[in-house]
Every structure is written in structure tokens, then in C-alpha cells.
């Protein structure tokens, strides 16, 4: 069980930037966990700062007002969200009082919870949300009032909203923001679990999408049976293909909302105006152009395979070299021992010896009795990387009637066709610089782990969509979007469109007559990385120049017809209206032009979405350009025109954002 | 939805429909026993019935046509002699496999008798080529559904036209036509009396009318028939077979290496799924087909008001909402296939990994194999060939991702590089090329915490280990195992086809461990497990302990069945909602044990209304014996 509190400034000194950032961070937040963690988690908020005390410690602590009791997570919390209004009548900010009115109520809420299930497992975290333009009163007692607050085992999270910008000076911080990030610096190192993040930096985590946590649950309890042995495992899943959420139908046609039942209904084929009930009916298999009619259940049973029992089962043993990898089907389940400390780890030894005599098992599993039929499966030794104890792992093999019955001709049979030596020479260059190296971190495009926060591009901007339906106005969807589409593209795509759309920078502020370096100095984050980047930039340089040596020996020449399959079309193609719309029916007769139009709805992100979305990550300060009047689509004198002529193709721009 | 969903099936669905042309030597010399006293006639004719009865089996709606030459009788359009049809080209049905059956039993009667051989042993080839065109052309007016059209021809006869040069030119003339469209010709030959099979006397002057950009493959590949005679049946069919199941692509995609280098690469499945006949269901009146359509029905609360009228709704009117947080959120079609279409068509490379980081458990899916596509994109195949050589030889894989149609999922997958493998008769079990292993996103890899063992791995367990290991070793190849549940399937449909009873026992399970072997390694067995503490089972043991368990949850549960039963009887026997608690198993048990009639397909609501309506039968009952007693 996760609870949270929310604790939001909403005292004179909070502004209505720092309250919009704090609320866009709390919808993401919730947001992530009615996905993943609906029913394991709670949610409060409490806002400090108000007129009002509406809190069960009012006595000691004014000011403060629960307006969200600990619950659930659920749709009327985003909308208790976005409703938080800054009030005109606001009292001063106490930063300390809250934090213990939150940890106060948190621990109220694990008693209770802990009244219906003693061994309830509670993590509890406070997230604090403020701009720090107030200061923490009384510092000299951070001490002590952090010593009470570590008995109760809470994390701290302090985000600290982008700062108020002082009059005169863009970039330089408030006296009071000063000290109050002082203070909470020091407050940290007297907590036990705390963290001070600042807005951008924090955004960047919380926008990032998971996905659901699985329940580790066993596939299987019983012996491995090698000949009369018979080892007692259990079978975990260790990888299986997850599918798009499921979702529910509803009317379009109806004004309230009203689900949708599908009902199945019967027909004979030669006349569908006769419906059939289904009892009526009876079962039968196509044989041809005839038909088997199974009118007696018996005959029907005689079909199939029975008697089937629980069963993992050793056929033999052979060489590794005999399975053959793209036969395997898909999916992988784990062995481990029903209990390590007994058995003298007979599993780990079996293990051990297949993996030195490279060999791999075959066995039969039949993982639950009754099953239609039984599954030819590998045994393979598997040495966990953590624990670095041997165990097994197991997967599905092909039957004969799964393989296709074709032989495929030699495509080096047309020798003519066949690369010479220089064509492999620029192959092998090629394979060498692009090598992907998951622990080379200067370079971060080329590092890919699939075992490292790669998700599903489409279930996790399936989430941004319900995100952006909650809330159209929420800045942040862009920025999510933008990290899909990262995973998605290329290195070498990302690295070429870069170098581009640096090349075409430059280009401009020259013409502009503003200097290069003064762009550069801004960069933050990244200055401990430039010795790394200049080498990349020679990397990068080579790598240009193998991409080059590619086209001029290959000789590729597209055909018509293959111009015309291609359909860029669907390309990073994501729906930008969200009004219920009907579909038209395509008709045959139409023209292929009126069809496009027809998709008019899914609008491809234009130039000047882009460049707001480049402007939003370019900008490192902690002054966020977020403001939409800064970026608005105003088309006349804006360096996105300029830059749109650059570009032929709306499509390849795209890329441009991906740095 | 279902499109997402069912990836993997619409793939399966998608291969082509195929008809073929048996075309069968019916001259004398087919008749010859050869040395396992078959004749190359009956040979050929089994493995046409076989392929078209498995075909008929896995549920393929490939069309067949058998037809005969060098025959007495003549039965064609056009009145050609010697030229037999005796199938017309359709899906085969239980008669036309019952005939070749009949046929092929009492070739005497039913063949020499009837048709016979033709007594000139010249042969215009030209007629028969025509003659087939007819075939094919009657039925692309029937349906347009055909794809592929192919002949194969059964012969031993080198020189059907016995070096006639006028016949030779009419012969290949019309050949080329029927290749122009697309019709291929496939030749089985059996080696004749005199010896070898000359494939220069007539038939290469057929077969090589190829277009020119393939004819260095199909020469390869008309070798491979020259080389092995075919005499062996089983030779014979396997290659009916191989031929018969045509390649299907899944499609052309574009596979890219740099955003503006890209080869045209034809997908192909290298797994594929369990074939099977359709199941389907009848009305029980008129035993005619009946189909499932499903309509989409307003759920509303209220329904009654409307006359009892459902709002039912096409396709495009109904949306799709995402239960959230106690709420619904909307989206329309259009929004929900858009998200689902998201990201490029094709494979993009973004890079190369080394072959050891690609582990056995990356593997979600099934596989596909590549290859180039030269006609769409010159060049394909040698930077493909390039490629494919260089992964072999640096034992790298990349990493790329994957988008084979508009509607399927985006997905990380590795190209591997593969070498061809054969298996002990140098019949092709893996090609050689690139293939394509999807793999897992992060959410699909589960970390399961594995515990650290308390006691280390003994090495005198593992030397035990180790020989067992080496007792119980086989060689094993993907064609080893058959599937036992396909197999009785169809086992059953050909017995019910054909009124046959064949035991049934024939078709067993056979994935079992070679018990015998493991008998001579038991004192190898008994010291492990005396090494290790694990438990020692023979296989009796098991059967009997396995027996044993099962005994007792079956009192258990028959105990608890009778109870459920009895229970039944003496229910509140109007309450509809109790009646409905019973599963659909105990409903048709009770249901059988008060004698009252049912159907196998009845669903489980009309099986309470049965109950039902038993129970208020009875009570009428009751109530009149009560008065008749009064």
C-alpha cells in the first residue's frame, strides 16, 4: 500500500505560474496512478495558506486546510485538482506546520488501515510543492522537529517550483528563495529519506510513463522429473506479450452516455433473414466442400486428446545447437527451486552441468490438468546476473505442423548480384560505428537496453491522450509525446536530423548577427559532458562520412510500385481534436483525394508545434518559457517561418526536435 | 481492437488461395512395380489424395483438379483424346476423395477397365497444356479468388513427343502462354524402365520458359529434381508437399539503415499456426450452415419504455471508453485507431549489438524471416547479401523496429543472421538470410527476485549431473515431435469423412522420454537423489500416487456432486436465480438423470428454463395425482 499527501502553497506568496506548475504535476502524478496503481495507493492534498484551518490539528497549526481527505486515486481527484483556485484572502505560508499536519494525517490514515490488516506493508511520502518565496520560520529547529518526523518512516519530496523573477533581472534568484532553498537544504540532512528536486529536473521523471506492476505469481507447482528424479520447482513468467488496454464500447449515436452490449444472433448463411436459435444448433466441421455433422456430444469428445496430467518432464537432452532460435514461440518462463535451502540446490547443479556440457533439455509440460494439449518445451541453464545462482529457463517449441512446409531458394544464388569487396568494406565500417553499447554513456543515443525503460510507444501515448482528455490545456502532454516518439526514432536518424537542424541554427543566427556562444553558454545541465561531446562530434563526423560512402557504393534505385506502398502518411500521425466525430464511410467510387481530406482530424504535429516543443526543452533555465503567449502560432516574424522554408517536407522536420 | 489483438491471426489467415492441376502419366510404362512394388501411377495418385485430404484436414481452401494423359477413354471439353478429366478443378469434397480412394485400391477394375491407356505412346503436348488453361479459365469465372495457379505433372516418359518437331514447337508455344499468366508447371519424374529421367528430351524446353531474372534460381532449383529419381514414395510426397504449399509473403516492407538508405525486403512467417478445419455450426432442422453475426446493442436501463425496442447500432456509431479512476473516458474510433497506427512503417536499424547480449528470453512473438525484394528496390539484394555476411562473420544482431502494417503494433525486434540448416536427408529445415526476433518492451521482461543459494553448487552433483545428462542425449531436430491434439483432430474428421473405424489408439501421444534408456541409467539416478535429498519416483509410482490423488478428489467431488444434485431436487423449485448458481455441467447431468432431452450446443440459460420447466411439470403432475387420489 502507497499513501501520499499533497502539500500545496497557496499562501500571499505563491503566484499563479507556481500554482498552475503545481497542479500539472499533481495530474501527472495522480494521473500515473489511477493507471498503475488504482488499488494499491491513496492520495491527499492539503493546501497551505489558506484563510480557512480546516484540519483535525487546527488548534495548533492555523492555516492549513485538508481539502481532499487520503483515497483512492481516482477522476474526481484530477478534477479537485484543477480546481484549486489561488483565493484573495491568503494568510503567510508555514512550510514546517504543513509538513506535519501531512505526516500527522498520513499516520492517521496507516492506523486505520492497519486496524483491518496488521501486516499491511505502508510506504508513505509527502510531496511538497513550493515556489520558496516564503521563509521557513524558525530554522535553529529544523534539527528537532526532523528527529520527531524520522520515528514515522515518511519520504520527503520537496519540489521547488520555477522561481518568481525578480524585478529587473531575469536570472538571478530572490534573497528569500535563497535562504528558504538553504534551509530546506539543510532540513534534508537531518531526514532520514528526503529529496530536493527542482521543477524541470522533477517533470522529467514524473513524465516519464511505466506501465502496470505485475503480481508475481507461480504458472506452476510440482517436480521437474528427470527419469525417476523428480526436483520440486516453481515456474515464474519471465517475458509474455502484453496487450493494448481493454476498453469498453459506447454510443455515438445516443446523447448521454450509454454503453454498448454486443449480442450475437444466428443466421443461416443461404438465407441470413432466418435467424436461428441458438439451441437450435448443432456442431459440425468443414471437410472441403462437405460437412462433418457431430450431432452426438461422444463423437465430438472422440476428437479430442484426453486424460492429460499436471506434468514437467525431461524427454532428453541435446546439443544447444539444435534448437534453433527464430523457432522458438514467443514468451519465456522462469525455473526456480520450490525451496533453496533444501535439496542440496540439486537444480543448480543440473543447471550447471548443461551449461558446461552445452546442452539443452526437452521436455513435456502440461501445466494444468485437462489441457487440450501438451507443449513441447527447451530447458535452458540460465546464470541470474543479481544472485549469480544457476536456474533454468523454459519456452515453447515448434510442433512439425507449425513449420512451413516450403523451401526457400538461396537469395546468393544470383551472383551477379552479390556485394564486392569495397561494398563489404563500408558494411563492416557500418556495423562497427554503429554498434549499440548499453554502458557507453557519453553517448546517449547510442545506448539501447530493451531490459531499460523501454515501453510500449503506443500503450504509453495511449496514456498521454487520456491525459490530454482530462485536461487540453496541460503543457506538459507535448513533452511526453515528444519522449514517445524519442524511443521510437532511430539513433542514426536523431543524429543526422541533429546535425541538420544545428547546421540550420547556426545558419540563421549568423544571419541574425547574434552569436553562437552566447546559445551555448546556457546550456546547464550538460557542462560536465562537453570533453564527451566533442569526441562524439568526431564520431558523429565519421559516422556521417560511412553514410555517405553507403549511398555512393550501393546503388539502390526505388521502384514505382514500392513509392506507392510506402504511405508516410500514418507516420507519427496523433489525433489533435477531441470532439466526437462520426466517420464517413469510405465509398469505392471515391476519389483518392477526397480521402485524404477525409483524415483531415488526425493533424500531423505542424512545423510550429514542433518548435514550441524544441523551445521548451532548449531552454534549461529554471525559467520555464512555458507561456503560451510566448510561443502562440503567430506566424508572421518568427524564426519558425524561416526555418519551415529550410525544410521541404513537413514530415522530415519532425525529427528536428530530437536533439 | 480486435485488429491489435488478433495480430498474429490475421497473419495466418491472409496466405493465398491456390489451385492446382494433377496431371497424370496414365500410359503403360506408369504402370511398371518398381522395387518396393509400387507402381509410379498408384504412387502418384497416394500422394495427390494425401495432400488433398491434409489440405481438407488443416482447414485450406486450396482447389484441386486431377487429370489424366495417355488414357483410352477421353473426357474434355475440347474432345481431345487420350486427355481425362476426372476431377473438375474445385475444393475436394468426401466423394472426390472416396473416388481416388476406390480408384487407387483396384487400379484393375476401376482404372484399366474404365479408362484405360492409351495405345499411342505419342503425345501432343499442346492439347494438354490446352485443356488446362481451360480448366483454370472456367474457374477465375467462377471466383476471382485465386492467386496462384500450378501444374503438376506426373510422368516417367522423357520424349512424350518422341522427337516430333512440329509437336515440340506447338508444345512449348503453348506453354509460354500459360506461364505468361502466371501458371507455373512443376515436374515429378520417376525414373523409367530404361533408367534415367532425360530432363533435356522435352521437359527443361518447358519448364525453363522463365522470365529471365529468375532463371538462375529456377535452374538451381530444377536440378534438385534431377538429381534424386523419385521412387521412394515418401520422397515423393514430401515433395508434393513442399511444392504444393506455396511461399506466402506477409508482404513487401522497406528496411532502413539511415533515413535515406533503405532495401525492399519481403516478409515471410517462420513460424506458423496450428491448422485446422473449421468448426462451425448447423441448424439442427435443416443441417444447413449457420453463421454468427454480431450487432451492437444500446445498454439502457430503459429498454422496456421503448416497447421493449433494442437501439442496435452499426459499427461506426458505437465508440470506445476507457474505464479510469470510477470514470469513463471517451474516444472516438478515428482517435483510437490513430494511436494504435502510431509510428513508422518497416523496419528501422538502429544499431548492432554483439549476439551474446541477445538473450533466450527476448523472444515475445513469432518470428519472421527476411528477404530481398529486388523488382521493388534494385540493389536490395547485394546490400541485404552484404549485410547478411557480415553479421555472420562480426556475430553481431541489430536492433531495429518493426511495423510490418498500418494497424499492427510497433514492436523492438532483432535481425539475426542465420546460416542454412538441413536436416539428415539434406532437406532444407532453416534457410539461410536474416530473420527478425521480436522482443520484449521492459513492462513484458518480469525481475523475478531470485534468492541467493544458501549452499554452493556441489561439484560431485554436477559429474552426476553430467552423466545422466550424456545417458539421456538425443538428437533433436524441430521436425521431431508431432502435435498429438492436431493430429487426432484430423485423424477423427478422415475416419468421419471416409465411414471408416480405424483405432484410435494409432494416434498416441508420443512426447515421452525413451523409458528403456532410462532403465539402464537408474544407478545413476539413485545416486543422485541420494546425493541430493530430491525425491525417487519410477513412473508406475507416479501413475499410481497420481491415481491415488485423483481417487480421492473424485470421491470428494463426487460427494459433493451427489450432494449438489440432491441439493437440486429438493430446491425451491421456482426460484430461477438459485437454478443459476449450478454449473452447466451438473444442469445436463441432472437433466440426464430425469430423462428430459437437450442439445450439445444449448446454452446454459435454456438449460435452467429445462429445470424449470421440469420441476412445474412435475408439480402439475403431482397436483393431479393428488386429485385423481381425492
Partial sequence: MELYQFIVDVGTNATKKSLQETKEAMCVLVHKLILFKQKKSSVGIVLVGTEESKNPYAENYPNISQISTIKAPSFELISEIQNIQLEEDREETDIISSLLVASALLLDCENVMKTKKKNLNVKKTIYLFTNGETEISDPEELDVIAQDINKYNIEFIFILLSKTPVEGNQNTKSATRLKTEHNLDNFTTYLNDSIILKYKKAMKTILKFEDKTKLLRSTFKGDLEIGPVGIPIVIYTKASKENFPTMKKYSLLSKEFTLVKSERSYHLINDPTIEIDPNDRIQGYKYGNDILQFEDENELEKLKLKGLNRTFKVIGFTKKSNIIRHHLIGGCDLILPMSPESNKNALGSMAKAMHKMKVIGITRVVKRRNLKCPSLCYLAPYKDPNSKSWVLLSGKLPFVENLPQYTFNDFRAQKTLQPNKTQLKVIDQFIDKFALESTNENNKNFNLDIENGIFNPVTQLFYSEILKKLDPNLENIKIIQNNIKKIITSPIQKEEESMKSENNKNKLLKEKGIEIEIEKENYDDDDDNNNNNEKEDINAQIRQKIIEDLKLNFNLKKSQTFERKRNPESLFAISENTDLKIPKRKKKNENPNEDKQEKEPFQKFTFNDLVKVKKEENSDNDDDNLDNEQFNNDESGSESEDLSDDEDNDNESLFDLIQ | ?630
Avoid at chain 2, 500 to 509: K, V
Fill in chain 2, 1 to 630: 481492437m480486435n485488429e491489435f489483438q488478433n495480430e498474429e491471426e490475421t497473419i495466418s489467415t491472409l496466405s493465398s488461395l491456390d489451385s492446382v492441376i494433377f496431371l497424370i502419366d496414365s500410359r503403360s510404362s506408369m504402370f511398371q512395380p518398381n522395387e518396393y512394388y509400387q507402381t509410379a501411377f498408384e504412387n502418384s495418385l497416394k500422394a495427390a489424395r494425401l495432400v488433398m485430404s491434409e489440405k481438407i484436414v488443416q482447414g485450406g481452401s486450396d482447389q484441386f483438379s486431377i487429370c489424366f494423359f495417355g488414357t483410352n477413354e477421353s473426357k474434355n471439353p475440347h474432345n481431345f483424346p487420350s486427355i481425362y478429366i476426372h476431377q473438375e478443378l474445385d475444393v475436394p469434397g468426401i466423394d472426390d476423395i472416396q473416388k481416388l480412394n476406390d480408384i487407387q485400391t483396384d487400379i484393375d477394375q476401376n482404372f484399366i477397365s474404365n479408362i484405360g491407356h492409351s495405345t499411342n505412346d505419342q503425345l501432343d503436348f499442346s492439347q494438354i497444356f490446352f485443356t488446362c488453361s481451360t480448366i483454370f479459365n472456367k474457374n477465375t469465372v467462377a471466383s476471382k479468388n485465386i492467386f496462384g495457379n500450378r501444374i503438376f505433372i506426373f510422368t516417367c516418359d522423357d520424349d512424350p513427343l518422341k522427337k516430333d518437331e512440329k509437336l515440340l514447337k506447338k508444345s512449348v508455344d503453348k506453354c509460354k502462354e500459360l506461364t505468361d499468366v502466371g501458371i507455373e508447371i512443376e515436374l515429378f519424374a520417376f525414373s523409367g524402365l530404361e533408367g534415367n529421367f532425360d530432363h533435356n528430351a522435352f521437359y527443361e524446353k518447358i519448364i525453363s520458359q522463365k522470365e529471365e531474372e529468375t532463371e538462375n534460381q529456377w535452374r538451381e532449383h530444377f536440378s534438385e529434381i534431377e538429381m534424386t529419381e523419385i521412387d521412394n514414395f515418401n520422397i515423393l510426397l514430401s515433395k508434393v508437399r513442399k511444392r504444393e504449399n506455396k511461399k506466402a509473403t506477409l508482404g513487401t516492407i522497406h528496411l532502413q539503415l539511415t533515413p535515406d538508405i533503405e532495401i525492399a525486403v519481403k516478409v515471410y512467417s517462420s513460424i506458423e499456426h496450428d491448422k485446422k478445419a473449421k468448426q462451425i455450426y448447423l441448424d439442427s432442422k435443416t443441417k444447413q450452415e449457420v453463421e454468427t453475426r454480431t450487432k451492437f446493442v444500446e445498454q439502457l436501463d430503459y429498454t422496456e419504455q421503448l416497447d421493449g425496442k433494442k437501439v442496435v447500432l452499426r459499427e461506426t456509431q458505437v465508440g470506445q471508453c476507457f474505464e479510469y479512476g470510477g470514470s469513463y473516458i471517451l474516444f472516438n474510433p478515428h482517435e483510437i485507431s490513430s494511436i494504435k497506427r502510431y509510428g513508422p512503417l518497416g523496419l528501422q536499424i538502429f544499431g548492432f549489438k554483439p549476439l551474446e547480449s541477445l538473450k533466450l528470453y527476448h523472444n515475445v512473438g513469432f518470428s519472421n524471416y527476411l528477404l530481398p525484394n529486388e523488382n521493388f528496390l534494385k540493389g536490395s539484394t547485394t546490400l541485404y547479401s552484404a549485410l547478411y555476411q557480415k553479421m555472420i562473420e562480426k556475430k553481431v544482431y541489430a536492433i531495429a523496429l518493426f511495423k510490418l502494417r498500418k494497424n499492427f503494433g510497433l514492436r523492438f525486434v532483432a535481425l539475426v543472421a542465420k546460416e542454412e540448416i538441413l536436416d539428415e536427408e539434406s532437406e532444407q529445415v532453416s534457410p539461410a538470410g536474416i530473420f527478425v526476433i521480436k522482443l520484449p518492451f521492459t513492462n513484458e521482461i518480469r525481475n523475478i527476485p531470485i534468492k541467493k543459494n544458501v549452499e554452493k553448487i556441489d561439484e560431485q552433483i554436477v559429474e552426476v549431473s553430467k552423466s545422466i545428462i550424456k545417458n539421456m542425449n538425443f538428437h533433436f531436430e524441430s521436425t521431431s515431435f508431432e502435435n498429438p491434439e492436431l493430429q487426432k483432430l484430423y485423424h477423427g474428421l478422415h475416419q468421419k469423412a471416409m465411414k471408416i473405424n480405424l483405432n484410435q489408439d494409432l494416434i498416441q501421444d508420443v512426447i515421452f522420454p525413451d523409458w528403456e534408456g532410462l532403465e539402464k541409467a537408474d544407478d545413476l539416478f539413485k545416486e543422485f537423489v541420494d546425493l541430493t535429498g530430491v525425491s525417487y519416483q519410477t513412473e508406475e509410482n507416479r501413475k499410481r500416487n497420481r491415481e491415488q490423488q485423483m481417487q480421492k478428489k473424485n470421491t470428494n467431488k463426487r460427494f459433493y456432486k451427489t450432494e449438489r444434485l440432491e441439493n437440486l431436487k429438493s430446491q425451491d423449485r421456482k426460484n430461477k436465480d438459485l437454478i443459476k448458481l449450478y454449473t452447466l455441467k451438473e444442469l445436463k447431468e441432472f437433466l440426464k438423470s430425469v430423462e428430459v432431452k437437450f442439445k450439445s450446443a444449448e446454452r446454459k440459460m435454456s438449460l435452467v428454463e429445462k429445470v424449470l420447466e421440469y420441476f412445474s411439470n412435475l408439480e402439475t403432475n403431482n397436483l393431479n395425482e393428488q386429485q385423481n387420489n381425492n
